[in-house]
């Protein structure tokens, strides 16, 4: 399942989840060959460096299963994620390709015959021209089918998707209704969609969709009689949307919503009209057993440690989420901060624009409902410097406002004082290290302090809603020592002490996220420069997720500021 809830009653789906044949960098006769022989049966969802023998295998992989259709219908093919370069085929035939391995897509087939056929993913992860997001980087760039995937018959005329967006209007909810529906087939055709919630049901009236193309129909639902949505108190609503072909159902497609608006009021965010304050991590998806294919039970627990810690948030550092992550910050109450897949990367790459683009326009087109997300972002650390920076800047921040004006949106700077970007976003978020890059513990009030200062009286960003965005301290799982030096997990824990102190205490900010929640591997060929175990070893728990010290120590001040606060 892509999700962690049934999305359709009508719809037959199977899972493509299970066992898979697998070869590494496969030799062929002729580039257009498939491989004639698999070497390996493995499991998917997974990461191949996890693999026996495969621990640095950066390559091209072949990943071969059967499936079975009934012939009736044309076929979804639905993929939560494939690191980086997916290329699909049917019976041997090219079917697709899709680049990006963070965002879910998806392919539609038609004239299928019932019965058994052949699916092949020709799989590559390596760097290079034909990919600018996938770049060496601060956390290790897998390969293989990472996250869930399935298939789906679908009615030549189907629902692809659905955006949902809550709005509050002297102290009543509406919600306004999107539908996307897509016709696979040639032929024109003609469907009736409705739309329910809470109770109340919208009838989106009949469409006409041209062959081959896509039609939104709209519409909102008002008077809802809804509890609002809050990471205290996440009240989930089942958003269901319908097709029908004359009086006949054909397709459906549910979510969920949670009623909130997310707003800023001067330098503070609003949500539901009341202050919010972010209390939080970073966090990379990543374990040392799956490497970027964490099993839902892994996520579930990540979000059950963070409840604990006291926090209220995370940053889905540096790249779109598993929907099921999502899912879970929805149920159990978490605000997430969600960004495009863009760390450090450059703007001159050739594919890079092209790239960025279809990577927002995804993230936010499959994860528009999650009441959870309340900030999208782009370009985590990426040249914020210069007049061509600034425009890049500009322009992703306003294609994320196309995309979604419900949210607010951000990037996250480490130009400091130099960034002239800073009157672009919602929020101004800042990456930066003191007690760790630079500076002691002793002087972490008056380093932060010169930065806002600057910011609020000599840059464009004076006044705007402050996020800390990232800031931390190394540690490894297990090394203590009285003298409390660098790397020890004393200091980690007596430095996230006094920075979340000092942060979580000053009026100018209104966030704070930690780097970061788990360690996360880095390859070993030192791609960022000699992280000690090949590891960024930030990490409030290890690379297994077992807490350090410093997890006592920010679950202490993350409940003082909860009481204070009162959320
Ligand atoms: C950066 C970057 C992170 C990580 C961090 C660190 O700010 O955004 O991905 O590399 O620094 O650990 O230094």
Sequence with gaps: MLRTFVEHRVRKVASLDGCWNFVPNCERKDAADLPAKYTRDVFVPMAWETLPGLEHFRGTGWMRRRFQVTGERPVRFAFGGVLHTATVYIDGKKVGKHYDGFVPWDLVVTGLAGGEHELVIEINNTFGKHSALHVRGDHYSSGGIIRPAEIQEVPPLFIDKIFATPKLTRGKWSLNVRVLLRNAGRKTMTGRAAVSVAGEKLDLGEVTVAGKSSLEVAGKLTGLKVKPWSAEKPNLYTLAAELFDGDQLVDDKIDRVGFREIKVAGSKLMLNGKPLYLRGYNRHEFHAQHGQSLPVEVMARDVQMLKDLGCNFIRTSHYP???????????????????????????????????????????????????????????????????????????????????????????????????????????????????????????????????????????????????????????????????????????????????????????????????????????????????????????????????????????????????????
């Design 321 to 567: 989420n598993d929907m099921r992550m999502l899912d879970l910050c929805d149920e159990f109450g978490i605000y997430v901060w969600e960004e495009t897949n863009s760390t450090s990367v450059g703007f001159k790459h050739p594919r890079y624009t092209e790239q960025i683009t279809a990577c927002a326009e995804s993230m936010v087109g499959w994860h528009f409902n999650h009441p959870a997300i309340v900030i999208w972002a782009t370009l985590n650390e990426c040249d914020a410097k210069s007049p061509s920076g600034r425009k890049e800047h500009g322009r992703m921040l306003n294609l994320l406002r196309q995309l979604d004006g419900s949210r607010l949106v951000t990037y996250a700077s480490c130009a400091w004082k130099d960034d002239v970007c800073l009157d672009l976003p919602d929020i101004v978020s800042w990456n930066w290290y003191t007690a760790w890059y630079w500076g002691s513990i002793e002087t972490i009030a008056e380093s932060i302090d010169d930065l806002l200062k600057w910011q609020d009286t000599k840059s464009k960003g004076k006044g705007k809603p402050v996020i800390i965005s990232e800031f931390g301290a190394g540690a490894f799982y297990g090394f203590r020592s009285q003298e409390k030096g660098k790397w020890t997990e004393e200091y980690q824990a007596d430095t996230l002490s006094e920075l979340l102190r000092v942060y979580m205490n000053h009026p100018r900010i209104s966030g704070v996220a930690i780097w970061q929640f788990n360690d996360v591997r880095i390859s070993h060929q030192q791609d960022w420069g000699a992280r000690p175990r090949c590891i960024n070893n930030k990490g409030t728990v290890d690379e297994f997720h077992r807490p350090k010290l410093a997890y006592e120590a920010v679950k202490k001040r993350m409940h003082e500021a909860r009481r204070r606060l009162g959320s």
